[in-house]
């Protein structure tokens, strides 16, 4: 399942990339918003779409910078979130790290990008090497400090 969220910066950008998962023939959830809304802030639906991602799942997150939503989706436990500009960054996002999240800057990325990135993305496998399963069970046991 791909879970995905915007605010209104990244709504338009969403909006297009959901033509392309459907091509693609996955399954999504569009976890909002669901209409622009100039008013509206990322931290609703990116909260939203993290709690529903689980063990196999991803997300695509959209906002002006990608930045905000990144941010968001990283406080959740379950959640290796990677903000995406580059195509190799992206690629090794996941096969190193078995990123399940991709964030996308609506203001920095045509859609024809933006395109390749989740394509990539979302066809890149981890790689299962001993080395970064390591550092993964690392990341895991390190707990939030306030």
Known sequence: MIYLASDHGGYSLKENLKFEIQNLKLEFEDCGNTALDEEDDFVDFASQAAQKIKEGDFGLFFC???????IVANRYQNIRSVLGFD??????????????VLCLPADYLD????????????????????RFKRRLEKIKSIKSIN
């Open 111 to 130: 859609e024809e990008k933006a395109n390749k990135l989740v394509e990539i993305f979302l066809n890149t496998p981890f790689s299962e090497e001993e």
């Open 64 to 70: 002006r910078n990608g930045v905000g939503v990144d």
């Open 87 to 100: 195509e190799q960054q992206v690629r090794m996002a996941r096969n190193d790290d078995d990123c399940n």
